[in-house]
């Protein structure tokens, strides 16, 4: 047996050996090529920490916009730079992140020399993060997508790059597959309790009143309503609602747990950090469920996660109730899903509540902004196919 | 565990550090741990299921081997068999089965039932075929005289779930795996240098080629109908060597890990494409399931000395079920009738030709490969619809416009991986490589780690036949 080991110990020398002249070969040649193919953001990660004052890391929410009719198509973070022009605003956007993604990208930090190594930032950067309540859902949370992002989160990491390069052809990543994930989603539906109960982990007593036990005997009603006078269109949208809003956070959700993962890799990095609540669609929550139901699984979970942001010590910006995602319904892009993709005027308002947090004590009253790009600006713009849709809505009393 | 995942690499040394490290008579205990330990990394719900058919089986072939009354055997023998096949037929083929249906919809409805609709829909226990075969095999051939049965239940669960072979083959008998399990071995370093050969040669052709053939191929099938004549035949072309360099790379890899624990498991393929006929390509092509078909399933129905008429229906019934055991699905169906129709004209039609000629030989080989390349289509399509799209692309009758896009890497990769399993190597690689210059060795070792780390395929694909 000593002799077969010393044998393979070896070889395995000789294959160190050979890996590390690969590793250089493969770095000069070809690793470039690669994170353009397999990892779009990541340099883009890396010139936002490089070169950033603030960085903002989000999803889709930060640069959607309607194209036939949002004149005004900066992004949350275009107009943050635009209100702050005396800091480098640096964004990073992937639709479909979350915070498990988001922490991984922190791995590419200038002050993070090896995964497991942290120094002190010194030049005070802001890190500031799009959450978005729907991310922590069963719906998100088990998408189709995710092995692919995983894939591309390989990237973002300073270990060998051939290291890297080796764990994507041995698939080292979360790599379960669309029909994998769609079971457990369909699992959860089915099995996991969000019917009536008390809820205390949020500092007060909250109760959830709901007659339906799961997402499946809830979505199987609305599939089962026979009622001649409900469109189709409202019938999917509700469907897809409860798909997306109905849960119950907890400690134990995955997203949860990363959004703390990401106060304490800032906390060791001395980098400053701003969750910023994003508005969801609480209109049409209200409008398809009567103002009962489904609102209040989408209040307690802004609760919960409010809640555990103070106790973690995390500066926030809050924009659950942002009045203007409130006022009208069409300022939501997107009127067939439950997005949060907004108009011109969510996004500059957003934006405008981040100056304030990140400007604090210092803060002033803004100008107004008038981007030079694009035409004549119209915050009021209407949006045809969205009040289109809402038209439909209107032809229901209520869907319960 | 695939054996293309980093946690495999890790897996492995530490099995086989403490297999060796242990005394003789419990290092068959440390390998079924570490077996079951391989199979629920996946899912621990399937260990269970594993666990309980090879229970039912061990159990089966106990009773039938202490009665004397045939009527008894005989019911044991049949409820073991139904059991697996029953399992097989829940786990895998219920839900194609249901389709639709308003059982299967009542079905899920059900909070009892909605699991398994649930399972069947997305999920199949990995590698339940090839288990269930070889537990079957065992009853068989202790039912046949040909085994006695093993006394020890946890020694027959490491004969079934022996984690090498577990989940795509080759599907071993018991006879041969079952005394290798427990013979005294010390390790022998030309055992395990033999083993990491065909470890390495075998992920150099499942990562580096078979992984990246699929991207391509899976390109080209995410929308045919844009691809033009010779995009499709190069897409088919391309798909028979996925496959084949997927299962063949895992199959050296099998062999590979056994033969670290000194255990010598059968080849499961023999340079298929050298086959001059349909016949002799499934004699060279995943012979462990072949085997296991003339075994069980072609001799007992009557096999080939009863004539022509028999020999066509044992055939037919062979491949039928082959295209079924291979997938849950109707394309599957006609991939399996169809080897059946060339297996019986090549064996009725075809055979009869005969010129003496190294042309008409090379004619024959082509011939073969080009019958087995255009049936895989059906292997390969998710519905009938899509097959038959394809065949009409192949046939010119709705050319697309695009050309289907294979880097240089990609055929420099099949090429080095096809030469060198069918124009230079005669023996197993492992065999082969031993016979190289030492510099010649070891510049193709550099060759296959460079190309596995550099380039593998990034598609997130399992082995092609884990999932069966």
């Not at chain 2, 008409?360 to 009938?384: A, D, H, P, Y």
Request: with cysteine.
């Amino acid at each position: 047996m000593k002799t077969i080991l010393i044998h393979i110990a070896i070889r395995l020398g000789f294959v160190a050996i050979v890996f590390i002249g690969f590793n250089f070969i493969y770095q000069k040649e070809f690793y470039a090529s690669d994170v353009q193919k397999y990892s779009m953001v990541k340099n883009r990660i890396d010139s936002a920490f490089h070169n950033g004052d603030i960085v903002y890391l989000g999803e889709s929410s930060n640069t959607s916009y309607n194209p036939w009719t949002d004149t005004l198509k900066e992004s949350i973070s275009d107009f943050l730079q635009l209100y702050i022009p005396s800091q480098k605003v640096e964004a990073v956007t992937h639709e479909s992140y979350h915070p498990g993604l988001f922490k991984q990208m922190l791995n590419l930090q200038p002050n993070i020399h090896l995964p497991w190594e942290f120094m002190a930032s010194h030049d005070d950067q802001t890190i500031i993060l799009g959450v978005n309540i729907r991310t922590c859902g069963p719906t998100a949370v088990f998408s189709g997508n995710e092995a692919s992002n995983q894939q591309e989160a390989l990237f973002y990491s300073k270990r060998p790059s051939l290291l890297t390069r080796l764990f994507l052809s041995l698939k080292y990543y979360d790599h379960r597959d669309a029909l994998e994930m769609e079971r457990l989603k369909f699992q959860w539906w089915r099995s996991v309790d969000i019917s009536g109960k008390y809820l205390s982990n949020i500092g007060q007593d909250y109760y959830i009143s709901n007659k339906y036990k799961t997402v499946k005997t809830w979505i199987d009603a609305l599939a089962s309503d026979q009622r001649p006078e409900l469109p189709v269109q409202v019938k999917n949208m509700a469907d897809a609602y409860v798909k997306e809003f109905a849960f119950l956070l907890d400690d134990d959700n995955v997203r949860v747990q990363d959004l703390k993962e990401i106060v304490s890799i800032c906390n060791k990095l001395s980098l400053r950090l701003i969750f910023h609540i994003l508005p969801p669609n609480k209109q049409h929550a209200n409008a398809l469920f009567n103002h009962c139901e489904l609102i209040q699984y989408l209040d307690y979970n802004y609760l919960f996660l409010k809640k555990r942001f103070s106790e973690w010590g995390v500066t926030v910006v809050d924009n659950y109730n942002l009045p203007e995602a409130n006022e009208k319904v069409s300022r939501f892009t997107d009127q067939w899903y439950p997005t949060e993709h907004y108009d011109a005027t969510i996004r500059k308002a957003i934006a405008k509540s981040l100056v304030s947090v990140i400007e604090g004590q210092n803060s002033r009253t803004l100008k107004e902004v008038f981007p030079t790009r694009n035409n004549e600006p119209n915050f009021n713009i209407k949006m045809p196919y969205s009040d289109s849709l809402i038209g439909v809505w209107k032809q229901v009393k209520w869907l319960k | 565990m695939l054996f293309n995942s980093v946690e495999f690499w890790f897996f492995l040394p530490i099995v086989w550090l403490v297999y060796f490290v242990m005394p003789f008579k419990i290092r068959w205990v440390w390998l079924l741990i570490a077996s079951y330990y391989f199979y629920s990394y996946w899912k621990l719900e399937f260990a269970g299921l594993m666990l309980f058919t090879s229970f039912l089986d061990w159990f089966a072939a106990k009773q039938l081997h202490k009665s004397e009354i045939k009527w008894k055997r005989l019911t044991w023998l049949w409820l073991a068999i139904l059991s697996d096949i029953g399992m097989l037929f829940l786990f895998k083929y219920f839900n194609f089965a249901l389709g639709d249906s308003n059982l299967a919809k009542s079905m899920y409805q059900s909070q009892w039932t909605a699991w398994i609709i649930e399972l069947g829909k997305y999920t199949i226990p990995a590698g339940i075929s090839f288990y269930t075969f070889q537990s079957i095999s065992y009853v068989v051939d202790v039912y046949r005289g040909d085994e006695t049965p093993e006394k020890s239940l946890p020694k027959f669960l490491l004969y079934v779930s022996f984690f090498p072979q577990l989940v795509a083959g080759p599907i071993e008998r018991f006879g041969r795996l079952h005394s290798q399990l427990f013979a005294q071995y010390s390790p022998r370093w030309e055992d395990v240098r033999n083993g990491l050969r065909l470890l390495i040669f075998g992920l150099f052709l499942k990562v580096a080629i078979a992984d990246n053939l699929a991207g391509v191929v899976d390109d080209f099938y995410a929308n045919p109908s844009k691809y033009n004549l010779l995009s499709t035949w190069v897409a088919t072309f391309l798909f028979t060597f996925q496959v084949y360099l997927d299962f063949f790379g895992y199959s050296l890899l099998a062999q590979g890990a056994a033969l670290l624990f000194g255990i010598h498991l059968m080849d499961n393929f023999n340079k298929p494409f050298l086959a001059k006929s349909i016949p002799e390509f499934w004699h060279r092509w995943h012979i462990s399931l072949s085997t296991w078909f003339r075994d069980y399933v072609f001799i007992p129905v009557g096999g080939n000395k009863n004539g022509p008429v028999v020999l066509a229906f044992a055939v037919m019934l062979v491949f039928f079920t082959s295209g079924l055991w291979h997938g849950a699905n109707i394309t599957m169906i006609y991939f399996g009738l169809s080897q059946g129709f060339l297996y019986l004209f090549d064996r009725f039609i075809f055979k009869n030709i005969q010129i003496q000629s190294v042309v008409w030989e090379r004619f024959k080989q082509i011939k073969t490969g080009l019958f087995f390349m255009i049936t895989l289509v059906f292997f390969r399509s998710g519905t009938i619809e899509q097959a038959k799209l394809v065949y009409k692309q192949m046939l010119g009758s709705n050319l697309g416009i695009e050309n289907i896009h294979v880097g240089l890497l990609i055929w420099l990769f099949l090429i080095v991986g096809v030469v060198l399993d069918n124009n230079i190597m005669k023996e197993r690689a492992d065999s082969w490589l031993g016979k190289l210059p030492f510099i010649a060795r070891w510049s193709l070792y550099v060759f296959f780690i460079g190309s596995i780390a550099m380039f593998g395929g990034a598609v997130n694909h399992p082995f092609v036949y884990f999932q069966f």
